[in-house]
């Protein structure tokens, strides 16, 4: 079923894409270097893979590639075909000062086309053309980041809800979990005992669901984003909003569930007088820093290992330009190295998203101390 | 750069979603998976503390066993020796009985051969005196055909038989 949208989805996009796409005159399907350039001529404004060799001194455009695949985007760009790269068109949402909220296709936006008074600027978000010069409207677009947030969400959800179906539909002291539950339970459980050892037995109960979600949630989208093609490949967390938001999740359930005994810790905490009007400065900070470093950890972690990644990928088409003993040589290396950063990142992926959850779960514990 | 910048949409995308991410499996997932391993974590570790007694039970059964076993087997020999003895004791009971009795039957058998024995030397003696008065009667009737002799043995018969009958009556 899941594949048959899929291909419903792609066959559409298809469509839409061919008919915006520019045609290639020369028809040449070898000659990528040639199709790039007609394609950077073509598209001047957003980097992605077919459009990322300049146009002047016929390099690739590294920096192009790498952040048009850990960017975000208003359409997701799927393949590429000699015909033009194949685009999901995404909506864009946005609301003008002046004239209101405003729904339409991406591919509208396509090639620098103007639509409704708004064209993609140069950043690669969507401005509204005013006599006053370009303005951001505010933009809450389904961009590649948030269809693949909702598309990860449902897929999590789904998890999650057919492993508590199992257990509701089974008697669990009669029968050992299978399916669904068998794959979720070993991974809920472990937040679930690491909650209980990092918060306390009185009230980890009142946690262990968020900190599951957060570990869930982490997890699930790491994997996502080392599938290379649709619907995976969206880096979303390695980017910097999304962390945000975790941390600063986890920063609230700290200081709003914090005990008195926390509060005190950090105004009022039992030193020497002379430290007394310092400490809550420097306790304070510390308890902003916490959801910061929370957040950049776990996003540089992701974006390091999505631009390593890249490179390797990368390596190949820069060693194109010199002689083939160099470039089969290196594309070996690269295939070889990008193979073990992959599966390093999978590490990671584990790893971060445990140290995120373990962390959120240390913080709540100290802010619930009771003595 | 617009990597470090976080982008509003997304924000705003990713707090709606996670609240709603979060609030959906808070509210019927995690409780109800946690709750039940935990139910059955619980039943498991329950079955093994019983197991375990039951285990302990078993072995002081085996060796409450094994105590009546010894016991039991101390009881034979003990049942065993006393019916050995008292066999012994029956044994020699009953040989000391045959012993008396046979010595009873011995000394009542060798008390009637001696009085069968005196009865039967009486009797040889009546006889042997019945046999000596019939043939010295009859010595004597061949004798005694003259008077003279007749007078003196009738004489000294007399004082025989004088004595004889004192003697008798002696006896008697």
Known sequence: ?371 | MNLVTPDTGLLFWMVVIFALLFFILARFGFPIITSMVEKRNTAISDSLKEAEKVKEMMAETVKEHEKMLLEARAEQGRIIKEATEAKKAILAEAQEKARAESDKILSEARTQIAAEKESALRDIRREVAVLAVSVSEKILREQLSSDAANKEYLDRLYTEAQTLSKDSAKEN
């Open chain 1, 1 to 371: 079923m899941k594949r048959l949208i899929l291909i419903l989805l792609a066959s559409l996009a298809t469509l839409s894409a061919a008919a915006d796409s520019p045609v290639n005159h020369e028809g040449d399907t070898l000659d990528l270097r040639s199709r790039y350039d007609n394609n950077a001529e073509a598209e001047p404004v957003m980097p992605s893979d077919s459009e990322c060799i300049s146009s002047t001194d016929n390099t690739l455009d590294i920096g192009g590639i790498i952040f048009g695949h850990i960017g975000d985007a208003y359409e997701w760009h799927l393949f590429d075909t000699p015909k033009g790269p194949v685009e999901l068109p995404l909506p864009v949402i946005v609301r003008s000062r002046t004239t209101g909220w405003h729904c339409f296709s991406s591919h509208k936006l396509s090639h620098g086309a103007v639509h409704e008074g708004f064209v993609i600027g140069d950043e690669g978000k969507v401005v509204e053309l005013t006599p006053a010069g370009p303005v951001r409207p505010l933009d809450i677009s389904i961009t590649k980041n948030v269809l693949s947030l909702i598309l990860s969400s449902i897929l999590l959800a789904l998890l999650v809800l057919l492993s508590a179906r199992w257990y509701r539909r089974h008697d669990v002291l009669h029968e050992s979990p299978s399916g669904i539950a068998a794959l979720m339970e070993p991974l809920i459980m472990m937040i679930h005992t690491m909650a209980k050892e990092n918060i306390g037995e009185e009230d980890y109960r009142k946690y262990s669901p968020y900190l599951c979600t957060a570990f869930l949630f982490i997890l699930l989208n790491n994997f996502i984003g080392i599938i290379p093609f649709f619907p995976g490949g969206a880096n979303l967390t390695g980017n910097i909003a999304i962390t945000m938001v975790l941390a600063i999740a986890t920063f609230l359930t700290v200081n709003i569930t914090g005990t008195k005994h926390y509060y005190r810790e950090i105004f009022w905490p039992e030193v020497p007088g002379f430290l007394k009007p310092i400490m809550p400065i420097i306790e304070v900070f510390s308890a902003l820093v916490k959801p910061i470093s929370l957040t950049i950890r776990l996003f540089a972690n992701m974006l390091a290992g999505h631009i390593m990644i890249l490179c390797m990928v990368c390596i190949i088409f820069i060693m194109a330009r010199f002689s083939p003993v160099l470039f089969g040589s290196m594309t070996a290396v690269s295939v070889l190295f990008g193979l073990f950063l992959d599966l390093l990142e999978c590490l990671v992926a584990f790893i971060q998203a445990y140290v995120f959850t373990m962390l959120s779960s240390i913080y709540i514990g100290l802010a619930r101390q009771k003595h």
